[in-house]
């Protein structure tokens, strides 16, 4: 029984919009000033969907693309051997190819050779950054047949705005140089320079104060930026050493600046907003006084940095106004990046790891399930079953240190799934090397529980020289499966990798938990049988505390599967129904647009109770609750024992159930 909602199709504008001829859609669409070059996904045209555009940029006529603001950047990747950019006027800009060093070119223009040395036969990255505002990208050329592929989207970006220290004037690479390009790539995160030599905050005296310009798309005009198109993660706020030479007073610098930090905050509701103590001590009681008036007026997330002792006179400096050289730039970025981590990740140290590619914190790993990374900055550990990671790299070879013996599958790109049986150490992944290019590689440990009781801890990677870490392609939605040694995968031939839950993610697409423990029941038993309802919220089944941040990521279904075991333990139906409806409220609680999937129990335990459970939380309101009767999935060669699927008995259970959650989340 699957309690489903009436669901309503669009066939009549569907219909309407089969008979418009393509003449007819191009008219209105022109009319209503709306029509844009609409390209294949795929084909390296300006509106290529698979171009990732970070800055501002001007996109609207489809076929150039307007870098504003300096530093801002494309990037995508592409199949084949080479890439061509076109540029419809002279222009400077660096190039990176599978995330090697930016490669300058100046002062090109038409059809630019990216890859004058063919690169090996893959699937490459490229970034192409131009070093300065309103200048045009027209779209890349391929080899014949190649296409370009969805890059993996690094967490978050950071915005910085300021004058001609942010924008990095006087440096070789300018915005590359700068200060806020060096912490954008240590945090591992994208970025971007809404700042511009010779602006002040406050508009005075013929000098642009970013207190308005900020909000436009350009350093110059008045066209508004239509901040839908990104959302920062932070924003870094650099700005008073020029206001000073433009007669502005205290009062005027500090109403100004409180007010620009409201009105970004307006902007950026999630953002943490950085005050950064100017280089040259300017309005340093004024920048602080603002951050003070936020503070008091409820916004927590408004933050002063003082840059007290960051840089030396002389030595870090290309001159005597304020601007800093290279060597500068990179202490401002060492200070500053884990100033920004600590805001957004909970601790300084995290920033810092975020600068090394495949080590614990790096942000390009993904990391799936319940997984403690507080307590050591060095090992993160896996709780309940199932958890895994992904992380993309790029270089031939690739090893994973483990400091205890373990067990783990492991798996590059799309091959077959292989796996380590008692390891230990540095463990060699690729004992034949890899091709060139970019690979990725997903990992995940045997469940911890019972008699085995191997070291399941991640301590990093071990990469190629000069490689790096890139976030691939990921699910955007996840399903969790909660429940006992059935939903780990107890007697299936690979665990966790072959129970029901993993199956069920990977047919779907979709990202997958296992929050499930051997031998558990719903209700914490006097005997001592661990009790899910109580460990749900836990970071560990074994453990009181800490309770798991459910922050950390967001379920789009929920499958319980519990009960089997609660009959053993002397568990009174009146106690399984009132603990099963406060699981189905703590799950609510913790995924509030999630489907809710409760399962009858293969043995058909506690039915009535269950479907009464999930009765009482449609009736008191919740009506993305739905009870599905399991009755005949299994038959007796599905099982290995009286209770437990094999192979063959979780392939079937994911048969019938897929279609039930899919129907639910729409994939």
Avoid at 369 to 381: I, L, M
Avoid at 555 to 567: K, Y
């Amino acid at each position: 029984m699957l309690t489903s909602p009436h669901r309503s199709g669009r066939r009549g504008a569907r219909a309407l919009a089969a008979v418009l001829t393509t003449a007819l859609v191009v008219c209105l669409l022109s009319l209503a000033g709306l029509t844009r070059a609409h390209a294949a996904p795929g084909d390296g045209s300006v509106s290529d969907p698979h171009l990732v555009y970070v800055g501002r940029w001007d996109t609207s006529s489809g076929t150039t693309a307007v870098a504003h603001w300096a530093g801002a950047y494309v990037q995508t990747s592409f199949t084949g051997t080479t890439v061509q950019v076109k540029a419809r006027d002279a222009v400077n800009l660096h190039v990176s190819v599978d995330g090697g060093p930016d490669v300058f070119h100046a002062g090109v223009r038409g059809t630019v050779n990216l890859t004058p040395r063919p690169l090996a036969p893959g699937t490459h990255a490229l970034r192409i950054t131009y070093r300065s505002g309103d200048t045009v990208f027209q779209g890349l050329v391929l080899d014949a047949g190649a296409r370009t592929v969805a890059p993996g989207a690094a967490p978050g970006l950071i915005e910085f705005v300021g004058d001609s220290i942010t924008a990095g004037a006087l440096t070789d690479r300018l915005a590359l140089d700068s200060y806020a390009w060096k912490t954008g790539e240590r945090l591992g995160m994208r970025h971007t320079r809404i700042a511009r030599a010779g602006y002040c905050l406050v508009a005075r005296s013929g000098c642009t104060g970013l207190s308005g310009q900020f909000f436009r798309t350009a350093s110059t005009g008045a066209v508004d930026w239509d901040f839908s198109r990104y959302r920062a993660s932070a924003v870094v706020v650099n700005l008073g050493t020029n206001d000073i030479g433009h007669g502005v007073t205290g009062a005027a610098f500090q109403a100004a600046y409180t007010a620009f930090l409201r009105d970004v905050r307006a902007k950026y509701p999630d953002a943490t907003l950085f005050a950064v103590r100017t280089l040259k001590k300017r309005y340093v009681a004024e920048t602080r006084a603002a951050v003070a008036a936020r503070n008091g007026a409820g916004d927590s997330r408004v933050r002063y940095v003082d840059t007290s002792g960051w840089l030396t006179d002389g030595a870090d400096y290309e001159d005597g106004n304020g601007h800093p050289n290279e060597a500068g730039h990179t202490k401002f970025a060492d200070r500053l990046a884990p100033v920004i981590g600590a805001a957004l990740n909970g601790t300084a140290s995290a920033s810092v790891r975020a600068a090394a590619p495949g080590q614990p914190g790096d942000p390009n790993i993904k990391f799936v399930g319940r997984w403690d990374t507080t307590t050591s900055s060095t090992a993160y550990t896996p709780y309940w079953a199932g958890a895994y990671y992904r992380v993309g790299f790029t270089g031939r070879t690739v090893q994973l240190k483990q400091r205890g013996t373990i067990d783990f599958w492991a798996r590059i790109d799309d091959g077959p799934v292989r796996f380590y049986d008692d390891v230990k150490g540095t463990v060699n992944l690729t004992p034949a090397a890899l091709s060139p290019g970019r690979h990725t590689l997903q990992v995940n440990y045997q469940v911890v529980a019972g008699s085995y009781r191997g070291d399941a801890v991640f301590q990093g990677l071990v990469l190629d020289s000069g490689a790096t870490t890139f976030a691939p392609p990921a699910p955007t939605k996840l399903v969790e499966f909660v429940g006992d040694s059935i939903t780990v995968g107890t007697t299936s031939s690979q665990n966790a990798r072959t129970a029901y839950g993993w199956l069920i993610g990977e047919r779907l697409g979709t990202e997958h938990t296992q929050i499930a423990q051997g031998g558990a029941c719903l209700v914490a038993a006097t005997d001592g049988c661990v009790g899910l309802e109580r460990q749900y919220t836990k970071l560990n089944p074994n453990a009181a505390t800490p309770d798991w941040d459910a922050a950390r990521y967001r379920a789009d279904a929920v499958v319980i599967n519990l009960g089997t075991n609660d009959a053993g333990h002397g568990v009174s139906s009146a106690q399984f129904q009132a603990a099963c409806s406060s699981l189905l409220r703590k799950v609510r609680a913790a995924h509030p647009g999630a489907w809710i999937f409760a399962l009858e129990t293969f043995r058909g335990r506690f039915v009535p109770q269950t479907e009464a459970a999930v009765r009482g939380a449609v009736a008191g309101g919740d009506s993305r609750v739905s009870f599905v009767d399991t009755t005949g999935w299994l038959g007796s060669g599905d099982l290995t024992d009286s209770v437990h699927p094999n192979d063959q008995g979780h392939r079937a259970i994911a048969d019938r159930l897929a279609p039930v959650v899919a129907a639910r989340i729409g994939v």
